[in-house]
């Protein structure tokens, strides 16, 4: 006999993990630094990959904007500018004084980089998943003149200026690999900012510049200063 639906029947032990209560924002900050300094001592390296973690859920939820929503009412572009401090010093975060690499010594992997595209028309986003990619009618991804990224070091975050729709075919197919447009070293930008998990604070005297808006992307601020000591260049040199 079937055993009937009970709905008093108490959720599994994996629901019960995945909806604890929220943890305090400056304590989730904390944990990830944690994690960040244990990874610096066994391997500095792995902190890429911590990266793409902490990055993972904002491209998930850039890439099914458009899916989920009415028609013109998907997410708008990411502004590189805005990224950690929607209201912080606009030079310093749209690159006006950090040094420009060059772009041919980089390549991103759709399959696995920190890509942050917002595909964001309905119809366009159809046609590029139902035909770009392996064993689909327009073949395996390929790039194109339309496509225009950057990529902020020493994080490795990739921002999309151009292409938004087909990018996104390729990080949901797996495949592709994409030359950057330009390429910033941020460094001035952790030269004279800091973040403490609450604000973020001006290095020579400590005023508080904004608040926190996002504890992960605060995080990440901040394991750009660990990478940065260790020497990490992601996206470097690959073929």
């Keep these: 006999m079937t055993e009937s639906?009970?709905?008093?029947?108490?959720?599994?032990?994996?629901?019960?993990?995945l909806f604890k209560p929220p943890i305090p924002q400056k304590d989730e900050f904390d944990h990830i630094l944690e994690f960040a300094l244990e990874l610096e001592k066994s391997n500095p390296e792995s902190l890429i990959s911590l990266v793409r973690a902490l990055l993972r859920p904002l491209q998930s939820d850039l890439l099914i904007s458009a899916i989920e929503r009415e028609a013109h009412k998907a997410r708008g572009e990411v502004e590189s500018y805005k990224f950690f401090m929607p209201y912080g010093p606009t030079r310093l975060q749209m690159g006006l004084e950090s040094p420009q690499l060059n772009p041919d010594d980089f390549t991103i992997q759709l399959s696995c980089d920190p890509i942050l595209p917002c595909p964001w028309q309905r119809d366009r986003y159809t046609g590029?998943?139902?035909?770009?990619?392996?064993?689909?009618?327009?073949?395996?991804?390929?790039?194109?003149?339309?496509?225009?990224?950057?990529?902020?070091?020493?994080?490795?975050?990739?921002?999309?200026?151009?292409?938004?729709?087909?990018?996104?075919?390729?990080?949901?197919?797996?495949e592709g690999t994409l030359k950057?447009?330009?390429?910033?070293?941020?460094?001035?930008?952790?030269?004279q900012i800091e973040c403490d998990g609450n604000n973020y604070l001006s290095k020579p005297d400590r005023t508080t510049i904004c608040k926190v808006h996002d504890k992960r992307i605060a995080a990440i601020f901040e394991i750009g200063r660990i990478m940065k000591r260790q020497n990490i260049t992601p996206m470097q040199g690959m073929l």
Excluded: C
């Design 5 to 17: 639906f009970n709905k008093t029947k108490a959720p599994s032990k994996i629901w019960q993990r």
């Design 180 to 191: 950057p447009s330009e390429v910033y070293d941020m460094t001035p930008l952790l030269e």
């Design 128 to 174: 590029t998943l139902s035909y770009i990619g392996k064993g689909k009618k327009a073949g395996v991804w390929r790039e194109d003149s339309n496509h225009k990224a950057v990529i902020w070091l020493p994080w490795g975050i990739v921002f999309v200026h151009g292409g938004n729709h087909s990018i996104a075919a390729g990080i949901l197919s797996g």
